[in-house]
């Protein structure tokens, strides 16, 4: 079983970057596929990135694309996540996942295909 903590919330203001940290245990992050979602108040829980076995190997949401940054730090078997020039549009819950298989590529925006999920952490982006 993998438990996942985020950490790292908080409100900003636009502009502003922030990073959130994934602290995993059960299982190693290099051994898992990694990633994020968010929720925004009365919206869809949305995807944010994901990264597979290697952080070159990744994929994100065209809404954060150029401004968010997956990566892991396998020593900590911690997961981040860089977030640089917020946006009010940003404001949501996060939340981190994993998976120990890679979702098919056109279900990877679809929460169900994801096993483990952390509690989130909310950001507010003040405009």
């Known amino acids: 079983q993998v438990q996942l903590v985020e950490s790292g919330g908080g409100l900003v203001q636009a502009g502003d970057s922030l990073r959130l940290s994934c602290a995993a245990s059960?299982?190693?992050?290099?051994?898992?596929?990694v990633g994020w979602f968010r929720q925004a108040p009365g919206k869809e829980r949305e995807f944010v990135g994901i990264?597979?076995?290697?952080?070159?190997?990744?994929d994100y949401a065209d809404s954060v694309k150029g401004r968010f940054t997956i990566s892991r730090d396998n020593a900590k078997n911690t997961v981040y996540l860089q977030m640089n020039s917020l946006e009010s549009e940003d404001t949501a819950v996060y939340f981190c996942?994993?998976?120990?298989?890679?979702?098919?590529?056109?279900?990877?925006?679809?929460?169900?295909?994801?096993?483990?999920w952390g509690q989130g952490t909310q950001v507010t982006v003040s405009s």
């Open positions: 996942v994993a998976n120990r298989g890679v979702p098919i590529p056109w279900l990877r925006n679809v929460p169900n295909q994801y096993e483990y």
């Open positions: 059960g299982r190693n992050v290099k051994d898992l596929v």
């Open positions: 990264v597979l076995w290697s952080d070159q190997n990744s």
